[in-house]
């Protein structure tokens, strides 16, 4: 099994700046994506950022040029820089791992506990 563990959530001014780290322990597989989703109340969850065990990045339209995400060099950590933070990037924010052991077996997902991103004046 894989473990997720999230941090760096907060409550921060409009224009401000976050980094959520997220690290992953247990059974790690290096055919990977990790990423990033977030839900406000009332909304379904949506993709934020992701990123590839190739270095692939995919980001949401609504955080592009704004939001950047990176890998530790162990590639078990995966981060969120948030620049230029707005009110409705409010939400909890998850972090998520889907791998898979080779190329033919099934792939897992796996989802941390979440973090709160305030953004408010």
């Known amino acids: 099994q894989v473990q997720l563990v999230e941090s760096g959530g907060g409550l921060v001014q409009p224009g401000g700046s976050l980094r959520l780290s997220c690290a992953a322990s247990g059974s790690i597989f290096s055919i990977y994506t990790m990423g990033w989703y977030r839900q406000a109340p009332g909304m379904q969850r949506e993709l934020v950022a992701t990123?590839?065990?190739?270095?692939?990045?995919n980001y949401a339209d609504s955080v592009k040029g704004r939001f950047t995400i990176s890998r530790g060099n162990a590639k078990n950590t995966v981060y969120l820089q948030m620049n230029s933070l707005k009110p409705e990037d409010t939400a909890v924010y998850y972090c998520?791992?889907?791998?898979?052991?080779?190329?033919?077996?099934?792939?897992?997902?796996?989802w941390g506990q979440g973090t709160q991103v305030t953004v408010s004046s």
């Open positions: 990123i590839t065990n190739g270095g692939g990045t």
């Open positions: 998520n791992r889907q791998q898979r052991f080779n190329i033919y077996s099934a792939s897992s997902t796996t």
